[in-house]
């Protein structure tokens, strides 16, 4: 027998009441958005009229200057060598040797590949030493695989307090220490990228199937066999996809250390913007777009392949 639309409307569940309370919360919602919203300085007429501003700026920035990029003046390239001499570990005499470290070392990077290999090389190597700290620091940071108590409460802290300090701070921090260069950016991108790598894989730890730990365990196996068969499996998709997408941030996040001399990208683009060089910043902006288009497509086909 075919029911009507009215007798299966009166079946169906009652709305929940809304009373008083939810009234008071989206009031005071309304007060924190107004109170934010102040603040946060947001004054839309300002924002019309600046557009033209916008539009002059793009267009002192068109067309995009790549001579920097494809012209061999660019690179500064040192006079008697060869492409061969430069690019290949070929024995050289002791002076040649020396000219050709000190244009790999000062020179190259300073231009836009070099910069841009530069970021590459900081994300790449701030991400690997993040996960060497990160990863014994899941275990030990979550609740059912720390050793004690104590050890979970204090790793937790030191977690809780790095994380709050800014990348950027960071590398002021190491540019003090160290100096310029990228060796500051990639310890910044290091210990940021540890604190948060290893916050997450704590938490995965914690969300797992406690079953198969029950049945590991069971067999006798001890600390060590338990995280090896019973938590590594059950994490390894998550580590693996956690460590991809902060590659993908620390990328980003080179490019912006740049800015305060911790190497890399964004140092050429900081100083294109202030020289007033509007084209050749674009291209620049434009290398760094593709770049991490590039990183997200490589990283999401690498995930793909492995999770």
Do not use: C
């Not at 492409?83 to 020179?107: C, G, M, S, V, Y």
């Not at 802290?157 to 990639?186: H, M």
């Amino acid at each position: 027998m075919k029911r009507s639309e009215t007798d299966i409307f009166s079946e169906a569940p009652t709305p929940p009441k809304r009373g008083a309370r939810f009234l008071v919360l989206l009031v005071i919602f309304g007060l924190i958005m107004a109170w934010s919203f102040h603040g946060a300085k947001i004054r839309p007429g300002e924002l019309i009229q600046g557009i033209p501003q916008i539009a002059i700026t793009l267009g002192r920035m068109l067309p995009p200057d790549f001579s920097k990029v494809t012209h061999a003046k660019g690179y500064f390239l040192p006079e008697g060598f060869s492409l061969r001499e430069l690019f290949l570990p070929l024995p050289l005499p002791a002076q040649q040797a020396r000219i050709k470290q000190r244009w790999w070392d000062n020179t190259f990077p300073q231009t836009i590949v070099g910069a841009t290999l530069e970021t590459v090389q900081m994300a790449l190597a701030g991400t690997f030493l993040a996960l060497i700290v990160a990863f014994p620091v899941g275990f030990l940071a979550a609740r059912n695989t720390t050793p004690h108590p104590l050890v979970y409460h204090a790793l937790r802290t030191v977690l809780n307090f790095l994380r709050t300090i800014p990348d950027l701070a960071l590398g002021l921090l190491f540019v003090a220490a160290v100096g310029l260069g990228a060796f500051a950016g990639t310890l910044a991108l290091a210990i940021h990228t540890a604190t948060v790598l290893g916050k997450l894989l704590s938490e995965s730890v914690e969300n797992i199937d406690e079953g198969v730990v029950e049945a590991i365990r069971a067999t006798g196996a001890g600390y060590s066999q338990i995280l090896s068969f019973a938590v590594l499996p059950q994490i390894l998709p998550d580590l693996i996809s956690f460590t991809l997408y902060r590659l993908e941030t620390n990328i980003r996040a080179a490019s912006v250390l740049g800015l305060i001399g911790a190497g890399g990208i964004g140092y050429l683009m900081n100083t294109s913007f202030r020289t007033f060089q509007y084209q050749e910043a674009a291209a620049i902006v434009i290398v760094l777009i593709a770049l991490v288009m590039l990183v997200d497509y490589l990283s999401s086909r690498l995930r793909k392949l492995v999770v």
